[in-house]
């Protein structure tokens, strides 16, 4: 069943434009920095970016820092308000069922085609922007890569930590495929289970963006998103990495556990 | 025949708050029906036909298909039920070939991908399509797309098909082909539950008819137990009141020109009404027709 899943999900146009849309960004903003000299001031604007003039091979990881805050995610909602409610819509969930697909099978097999295709998704992201940032923006300076502390990183060391990077990109999206399946068992929308995700997305940056939920902030799903930043410090500061894994495997396991709720005594009447 | 139950359920009822959308319902479909499930808009029989295929819980009752307690044995039950529930589902950006191998492919039992591409030409065939069309489904018109919903319940070929509506959308003479097609697979040994608002469709393909009611069935027997000689003969006369009073206790109805008259023979009551000066303008052994029965059996008189 799984299997079924990804081939529909490769064979849907769909998924190739949301590709390329995540794609599009940062090549837009790599051709602006390339021409415009133009880097934000350290400290400011997505991370990396200030670096990128100096040193084109941490592009993928400013790249990253571009598309995660927003493009991702609501690439994520899109295709996990889809997992259930789109087969509604479409009329083909009562034939699954009746094929029969088990209902926990079929929860299971959207949440692991969702997560696969956050994996393409980093992968190509990174890959392109990779490409992107040695050709406009040059390779590392002579004196090798220069970590956020102000310590020169080897070449095995980068690698190694933008692998962990690229990971803990991919989990940080499994809280939002998790509430966009729970929303996508609730609505015969699919547009209404994503939106519903967008919508909690929004509140929880609103919220981050206000002292008086201070109290609220660690449990907020997009608290610890651009934490993949603190594994370029010299020496890695773990502390927000491991807060952001655990907030997420939390709203994987509460939202999963949601949805097999909610879908596995449904009554499939439309 | 073989009289095993292919459907029973007992007692079934499905609540939603305080509707009763489905009371106390006892199918009874044996192996070898075709089995007409009829009723108006709203009367219950898409709930019910969800029931059968573990789609809709029931609220209480039981549901056995195949034998077997549904939903419990749905993974043993389902894949030797085929099923066309209220129009069908196909992803619109695949085309109607690659829908039904991804079909096949998604449950328990799927085949070999070499038989799997002959079954679907088969089965594309077999119910009228193109099997090299690589159109999109959304290039489809609505009776292709009710084809290729057959096409999926026929697939695995199934001892049991379970369909809703199956003629909607398809202009005469499609419907005189599915018609076949179902009447071949009747042939074969599949038994057919046949859900439908069209009582002449029924009328011309089912061997026993059930009859739902605002969620109660209010009528299930054989076809021909139901429209079987009623012993009655028509009389259309212009002196139909001098008819009645010389026919007197064998008329059982009388309505302006045409009476229903109890008699064994329609030619022997003919010459008699003649002898006696009486003009005959229609004559005839009277018999009932499912639209009378269903209606009969529908309002409580």
Redesign the interface.
Same mark, same amino acid.
């Given at each position: 069943m799984i299997g079924v899943e990804l081939v529909k999900m490769l064979r849907r146009p769909r998924t190739w434009l949301i590709l390329a849309m995540l794609v599009a960004l940062p090549t837009l903003v790599a051709i602006l920095l390339a021409v415009t000299d133009l880097a934000p001031r350290p400290g400011t604007g997505p991370p990396f970016l200030s670096a990128v003039l100096t040193d084109g091979t941490v592009f993928p990881l400013a790249a990253l820092g571009v598309v995660l805050p927003l493009f991702l995610p609501i690439a994520v909602a899109v295709l996990g308000g889809d997992a259930i409610a789109g087969e509604t819509q479409s009329g083909t969930l009562r034939y699954l069922l009746a094929r029969p697909v088990g209902r926990t099978h079929l929860l299971l097999a959207k949440l692991v085609t969702v997560v696969a295709f956050v994996v393409l998704a980093v992968l190509v992201v990174a890959a392109v922007s990779y490409v992107e940032g040695r050709l406009l923006l040059g390779g590392a300076p002579a004196t090798g890569t220069v970590s956020l502390s102000g310590s020169t990183l080897t070449e095995d060391q980068i690698a190694g930590r933008t692998t962990m990077a690229l990971a803990y990109v991919v989990v940080s999206m499994l809280g939002v495929a998790a509430t966009a399946l729970f929303f996508s068992t609730l609505t015969t929308s699919a547009i209404g289970a994503a939106l519903g995700t967008i919508g909690l997305l929004v509140g929880s940056t609103v919220l981050l963006g206000l002292d008086a939920a201070q109290a609220l902030h660690p449990y907020l799903p997009t608290r610890y998103w651009l934490a993949f930043v603190d594994l370029f410090r010299d020496p890695i500061l773990w502390d927000d990495v491991v807060r952001g894994l655990l907030v997420q495997l939390a709203y994987l396991l509460v939202f999963t556990l949601a949805a097999w709720a909610s879908f596995a005594t449904k009554d499939i009447d439309d | 025949m073989n009289t095993d139950a292919v459907i029973r359920t007992r007692a079934l009822t499905k609540r939603y708050g305080p509707l009763r959308a489905v009371d106390a319902v006892d199918l009874a479909v044996r192996e070898g029906d075709v089995y007409g499930f009829l009723g108006a808009n709203g009367s219950g029989k898409?709930?019910t036909v969800?029931m059968l /295929?573990?789609?809709? /819980?029931p609220t209480s009752g039981e549901v056995e298909v195949l034998g077997e307690p549904m939903p419990a044995a749905?993974?043993s039950v389902?894949?030797r039920?085929g099923?066309l529930?209220?129009? +069908?589902? =196909?992803? =619109?950006?695949?085309s109607g070939r690659?829908n039904l191998a991804?079909?096949d =492919?998604?449950? +328990?039992g799927a085949s070999r991908p070499r038989d799997r591409r002959r079954r679907v030409e088969e089965v594309l065939e077999q119910v009228g399509l193109d099997p090299a069309d690589r159109r999109p489904t959304r290039a489809y018109s609505l009776g292709m797309r009710q084809r290729l919903g057959l096409a999926?319940a026929l697939i695995r070929r199934p001892r049991l098909l379970v369909l809703d509506e199956p003629t909607n959308g398809l202009d005469p003479q499609g419907i005189q082909e599915i018609r076949q097609l179902l009447l071949g697979l009747r042939a074969e040994g599949t038994t057919i539950f046949l859900s439908s608002h069209l009582l002449a469709e029924i009328e011309q393909m089912c061997t026993r008819v059930g009859v739902l009611d605002r969620g109660r069935l209010v009528l299930q027997e054989d076809l021909d137990v139901l429209l079987r000689p009623t012993g009655l003969v028509a009389v259309r006369t212009p002196d139909a009141q001098r008819c009645a009073s010389l026919l007197g206790g064998m008329v059982e109805q009388l309505e302006d020109e045409r009476l229903l008259v109890r008699a064994a023979d329609a030619a022997t009551l003919t010459a008699y009404l003649v002898g006696q000066d009486i003009r005959v303008s229609e004559v005839g052994p009277y018999r009932r027709d499912l639209e009378r029965v269903v209606l009969e059996a529908g309002s409580p008189a």
């Open positions: - | 898409s709930t969800r /295929l573990g789609l809709v /819980l749905r993974r389902l894949p039920v099923a529930v209220e129009g +069908p589902g =196909a992803y =619109a950006h695949l690659t991804l079909l =492919a998604s449950g +328990p999926a």
